[in-house]
């Protein structure tokens, strides 16, 4: 009787994670990987909204990009993907996919800073150098 409760109890200290700065630290990094590939992804939507450019390469560029499976910030953004059906004709999604991007792109910008306004932390900062600030702020 007593090996089972032991194993039990074992089983229970072990699963318990202490680690809330690895759980915020990845959760983060998303936010920020996230808005990282919507900035660098932007160009992609307005040539696939009309402007000048191969509106299926742009499509296909902005669809196969791995982070969008691997990703969770990112959900959203490949629910509206799979809604267009035909990039050349499907104006209103692709015209939708990029109003989500711009507005949850904002999001993810207020969200990144009031992360770090939590911790302190007031200054301009570029995206480039967030997370070695976060990294910073967690260790004071």
């Given at each position: 009787?007593?090996?089972?409760?032991?194993?039990?109890?074992?089983?229970?200290?072990?699963?318990?994670?202490?680690?809330?700065?690895?759980?915020?630290?990845?959760?983060?990094?998303?936010?920020?990987?996230?808005?990282?590939?919507?900035?660098?992804?932007?160009?992609?939507?307005?040539?696939?909204?009309?402007?000048?450019?191969?509106?299926?390469?742009?499509?296909?560029?902005?669809?196969?990009?791995?982070?969008?499976?691997?990703?969770?910030e990112l959900i959203p953004v490949n629910n509206a993907l799979r809604r267009i059906s035909d990039v050349q004709s499907d104006h209103m999604n692709v015209k939708r996919l990029d109003y989500l991007a711009d507005y949850y792109?904002?999001?993810?910008?207020?969200?990144?800073?009031?992360?770090?306004?939590?911790?302190?932390?007031?200054?301009?900062?570029?995206?480039?150098?967030?997370?070695?600030?976060?990294?910073?702020?967690?260790?004071?």
């Open positions: 009787m007593k090996k089972p409760i032991t194993f039990i109890i074992l089983i229970l200290i072990l699963s318990c994670n202490s680690g809330n700065e690895t759980n915020e630290r990845e959760v983060f990094n998303q936010k920020v990987l996230a808005f990282t590939f919507l900035s660098e992804y932007h160009h992609q939507l307005h040539i696939m909204i009309g402007e000048e450019g191969d509106k299926m390469k742009a499509f296909f560029d902005f669809k196969n990009a791995p982070i969008l499976q691997t990703n969770v792109q904002s999001g993810l910008s207020m969200q990144i800073e009031s992360i770090l306004i939590g911790y302190g932390f007031k200054e301009v900062f570029s995206i480039d150098r967030v997370m070695h600030i976060y990294d910073d702020l967690i260790k004071n």
